[in-house]
């Protein structure tokens, strides 16, 4: 069973900067690089969107509109962990970060082609 697991949630002010982690645990034997990442999150009463996603064969990232320019995402193959790097945080960011794990394409963020996800990390952006 494939467990990821994401950190680095906080509550930071606006113009604030965050790294968030997800890492696979050793125990899923799963090596990230060779599969798709994504990052979504869920703000309180909204639907939940993608924000980036990763894909290393070939290298590949995509971001969402709302975040393009501010967040990046990257991956640790030695440490087996995919980041978030999110800069210049709004209040609209406020929101539950979830990485999630497709291991077949990486050409969108429909939710059903991801089939495991961490429990997510909580990320607050006061103004």
């Known amino acids: 069973q494939v467990q990821l697991v994401e950190s680095g949630g906080a509550s930071v002010q606006a113009g604030g900067s965050l790294r968030l982690s997800c890492a696979a645990s050793?125990?899923?034997?799963?090596?990230?690089?060779?599969?798709?990442l994504a990052w979504f999150r869920q703000a309180s009463g909204k639907e939940r969107e993608g924000v980036a996603r990763i894909y290393n064969v070939p290298a590949t990232t995509y971001y969402a509109d709302s975040v393009k320019g501010r967040f990046t995402i990257s991956q640790d193959n030695a440490k087996n962990t995919v980041y978030l790097q999110m800069n210049d945080l709004k209040p609209e960011d406020t929101a539950m970060y979830y990485c999630?794990?497709?291991?077949?394409?990486?050409?969108?963020?429909?939710?059903?082609?991801?089939?495991?996800w961490g429990q997510g990390t909580q990320v607050t952006v006061s103004s």
């Open positions: 050793e125990a899923s034997g799963i090596m990230l690089r060779s599969n798709c």
């Open positions: 999630a794990l497709r291991t077949y394409g990486c050409g969108d963020f429909h939710e059903s082609w991801f089939r495991y």
